[in-house]
């Protein structure tokens, strides 16, 4: 394959100057057409399915031969003009005929008018006879396009757009999902938050006043939470223990007909971790040319810009600067980098991941053998570094317990799904219908799968997993900790401005569910130290309410609290047993110890909800590389 190539691409040079647009006669549009289609269609005695037009760009992808030339080889087999922008730049007073996200995805530029027929630059010639039915109803004025495009670069293209349309792309990363469904009116000065406000100093009052029935109250509260949890949690392991979902199957037909999947890698401060991060994402064994890695790296991020600029990225690998702005959140960096995806499945990894090496391949058949209303796939999250200290094991524990019981048992109890930051997969289309994330909330992931839920879309778990580093350090754990809390909160709140809407929209088993998983998050974090009370009782010691609540009832209430830590610590035992984490038993009894840094997360979360809803506390990543390396795979799914 290689050397033919070589051998079309010196016949390309020497061929001179490619044919100019407009230079044919009037029977080469039904050549080009003819040319195209023939082009695109499978070698005879091939089994594989892939086109002429499919083995050039995985020989490019491979890094066998450069996009150039590809793109001459293209142009002089379809009879179309090469162009550079450098020296023939597109027509500016076109620039508003489509959507600039439009173009971006599909990879053309408006650019010219020749004759009356407006020209349409392409780095995609093969697709653009396909592509045309959409673009002529996509057309902003009542042009005719002209049916043989011109030939440009990726990159001519990309660079373009982003320039030519740098206002409209920075106004929408900030604001694309609608504001009814966003937390962007949200701040300090807000009407919800002077609310909040007086509701806790009036909290503050009474339990100056009557610090006992504070006491009885908040004690009350956080029993009948925790009792909701334990059914929460107990009911979906238990639902995912009595049926397992089945093994996920790879795909077995042809590569050619694989969908190209785009994945985003939002990057942040990130020094130590790129070079690594390019060795993990290169043990994926999906087709190069169906692979599109996009790092997203902040304009004003010269840590992390000069570290990638050092190193040789693959060329199913490149990067996309996300213009400087408010808020500096991952879920904005996103929402930027999407229009510039290129595939029809949107995944996410973190820049610490190291996934499954067929995870992609899992993905791709899932979505291919689902109905289009299953448009979210979540996978497993671990760790890898669990031998570093006793929060990395205990978070471990809590991971696998939430990932591969919790988890799989609210999919398949039907309720909606809270996503993950990372190892998300959505089906793109949906993920442009809703507005993609919301680049003000702090915890985007967990919003975007209730709105999914919301608009009518399921989240399926995926039976694969991508390892990660535990954040194992208390201060570190503690930030990070509270930004989810915070954002839970905000999320929760955001989805209850219209009760009966949402009530309406996911049905009211899944709203009880939705109500049930935010209720108990919070509160079970923010009023744990009223629970240890009941440890008091087991010391022997005499209980604060033992004079208001009748010893019978107290009892019942500490054996609850007794059971709940019973259920945390069997949870942990067969979660890290399914995911060959045997060694970690010893130290799921430590958990107790281990949660009361939730409780001083969720105090942080409360004051950062009232002062600075949307600061994002950076998790700094690459604090075990040397261990990581060895592990980079999985320790079990």
Request: hydrophobic share 45%; proline share 7%; glycine share 6%.
């Amino acid at each position: 394959m290689v050397s033919n190539l070589r051998k079309l691409d010196t016949q390309s040079s020497a061929h001179g100057a490619l044919p100019q647009s407009g230079g044919m006669d009037a029977a080469q549009p039904g050549r080009f057409q003819e040319l195209a289609i023939d082009f695109r269609r499978p070698p005879e005695g091939t089994s594989e399915g892939r086109s002429l037009a499919d083995n050039l760009r995985r020989s490019w992808a491979e890094g066998e031969i450069t996009e150039r030339h590809v793109l001459d080889l293209l142009s002089l087999s379809l009879g179309l003009s090469r162009v550079d922008f450098a020296s023939e730049a597109p027509d500016k007073h076109l620039l508003g005929l489509f959507d600039p996200g439009f173009c971006l995805k599909h990879q053309i530029v408006p650019w010219s008018l020749h004759q009356g027929r407006l020209v349409i630059a392409t780095a995609r010639p093969e697709r653009f006879l396909t592509l045309l039915p959409t673009l002529e109803r996509s057309l902003k004025d009542p042009l005719q396009i002209d049916s043989r495009p011109v030939v440009a670069t990726h990159d001519d293209i990309q660079n373009y757009l982003a320039e030519a349309h740098h206002d409209v792309l920075y106004a929408a990363m900030s604001a694309r999902v609608p504001a009814v469904e966003s937390c962007r009116t949200w701040s300090h000065t807000s009407h919800r938050v002077q609310i909040l406000m007086l509701i806790l100093m009036g909290l503050a009052a009474i339990l100056l006043l009557y610090p006992k029935l504070v006491f009885l109250a908040g004690v009350t509260w956080a029993t009948l939470t925790l009792a909701l949890a334990m059914l929460l949690k107990g009911g979906a392991a238990l639902t995912h223990l009595l049926k397992p979902e089945e093994p996920e199957p790879v795909p077995r037909e042809p590569t050619a007909l694989l969908p190209e999947i785009s994945v985003l890698v939002p990057l942040y401060k990130e020094r130590r971790i790129a070079e690594l991060l390019i060795k993990r994402l290169g043990r994926l064994n999906y087709p190069r040319d169906r692979l599109d890695v996009v790092l997203a790296l902040e304009e004003h991020d010269n840590v992390t810009r000069g570290a990638v600029a050092d190193l040789e990225l693959p060329r199913w690998m490149r990067v996309v600067v996300v213009p400087d702005g408010v808020p500096r959140t991952k879920p904005r960096a996103m929402n930027y980098a999407l229009d510039f995806c290129r595939g029809e499945i949107i995944g996410i990894y973190d820049a610490e991941d190291a996934p499954e090496p067929d995870q992609l391949l899992k993905v791709a058949e899932r979505f291919a053998t689902k109905p289009h209303r299953i448009a979210c796939l979540q996978g497993a999250l671990d760790y890898y570094n669990t031998q570093q200290n006793w929060i990395a094991r205990c978070f471990t524990v809590e991971y696998n317990s939430w990932f591969r019981l919790v988890l799989p048992g609210m999919s398949q109890m039907g309720l909606a799904v809270p996503l993950g930051g990372t190892t998300v997969f959505m089906r793109r289309d949906v993920l442009e219908e809703l507005g993609g994330w919301d680049a003000h909330n702090v915890t985007e992931d967990a919003d975007l799968g209730f709105r999914l839920a919301r608009h009518g879309y399921h989240t399926e778990i995926l039976a694969s997993t991508t390892s990660e580093e535990a954040n194992c350090h208390a201060r570190p754990w503690v930030t990070q900790r509270s930004r989810w809390l915070k954002g839970y909160v905000v999320t929760y709140l955001v989805h209850l401005r219209n009760p009966r809407l949402v009530l309406r929209q996911l049905g009211l088993w899944r709203c009880l569910g939705f109500h049930a998983h935010f209720i108990t998050a919070v509160s079970q974090f923010m009023l744990a130290p009223l629970l240890w009370s009941f440890w008091l009782i087991l010391l022997g010691l005499p209980h604060p309410l033992r004079h208001v609540i009748p010893p019978p009832l107290l009892t019942t209430c500490a054996v609850l609290f007794f059971t709940a830590e019973i259920q945390n610590i069997t949870l942990g035992l067969i979660a890290t047993k399914k995911a060959g984490h045997r060694h970690l038993w010893k130290w799921v009894p430590t958990l107790h110890f281990y949660y009361p840094l939730g409780c001083l997360a969720s105090y942080m979360a409360l004051y950062e909800l009232i002062f600075c809803p949307f600061h994002w506390h950076k998790t700094q990543h690459g604090h075990s590389i040397p261990e990581q390396d060895e592990t980079a795979n999985p320790p079990g799914a």
